[in-house]
């Protein structure tokens, strides 16, 4: 599916983080030193910041946008519509976002709600927040990005726990006459549900309790039911045959060619795969945007995350012609080609663990 979006501007981006670290660099309970730096290699990722059990995705996402809305110095009365991208909401019921925004200081005629995406969310979620201001009297949008990845993952499985961490990430969004047009592609494979999944959960698995106790079998089925399942030579395989041609069709869409993009953002899936997206699009070292060390996989928050940590001062003195593609959990992907910039430089700030914690 193809979509322009008309006469509506990033304003801003901010992102948010635990301070607790963690890394296999320094931590050789599960990986010696000599298989923590052949994974460092790999992955691209020396420490990951891990969200203590208190600190929710949301309320890492609210500290973005507190801190994103005084930084553009908007009044949160004039934010019409909050699009919350998530696989991790409080609660089933309600809606995140209702509850976010009470907290932000929303008006009550603003549309709030929650998308249930991971890698490829922050660009379905600046669609749709796009799409909502182009077709409504809406003026200004947030959407916000975030997940607790690290609490999906089965203890001890050498295979996922050195990439995810924890994070959340802010995008604001606003009309302005004459704004440079925001070309979207995105689509979808169901047929690559599997591929990375957490069974149990949901209503089809649920691990809401009967009166009567479980056996001990079906508890330990559930506990590793409720865990990130991930197929990691099929997501590779599936990155590589999805991703080339999304870009080359959003280039295409856009009238542009790669020559033309300053800064290709990608989810930061690991540096291994970014490394072979980037040679197979074409992109040179200089615009393409690698940003593991530090923060890992953070699902629907790496690309926000990504901008704010690395790109603060390029958006800050000019505009900049940016490719952002996020692909992943679903199958799922997308991609935007947007102008972006000059805006006030994008921060990653610090959740600390007394932050008051988003509650109804």
Partial sequence: MKAIIEGVRIAGFRAAVPPHRHSFMEDHSLFSAEEAEKLLATTGVY??????????????????????????????????????????PDYNVPATSCVMQKRLGLPTSAA????????????YGLWMAGKLLGGSS????????????SRHLVPGDRSTLPLFGDAGGAAALECVEGATPIHVVVGTDGGGAKNIWVKAGGRRNS??????PWPAETQERLFTDSRLSLNGAEVFAFTLRAVPPLVRDTLEFAGIGVEDIDLCVMHQANAFMLEHLRKKTKFPPEKFVVDMHDFGNTSSASIPLAVSHRLGEAL???TRKMLLAGFGVGWSWGAVVADVGPIPAPEVQEIPDDFPLLTP
Avoid: Y
């Fill in 138 to 149: 809406g003026k200004r949008a947030l959407v916000l990005c975030g997940d607790t990845s």
């Fill in 47 to 88: 420490e990951r910041r891990i969200a203590p059990p208190h600190i929710c995705a949301s309320d890492m996402c609210v500290a973005a946008a507190e801190g994103l809305l005084a930084q553009l110095g908007w009044d949160p009365a004039t934010v019409d519509v909050l699009v919350f991208v998530s696989q991790d």
């Fill in 316 to 318: 800050s003195t000019g």
């Fill in 112 to 123: 709030c709600f929650d998308v249930n995406l991971g890698c490829s969310g922050f660009v």
């Fill in 207 to 212: 691990l809401v309790p009967g009166r009567e």
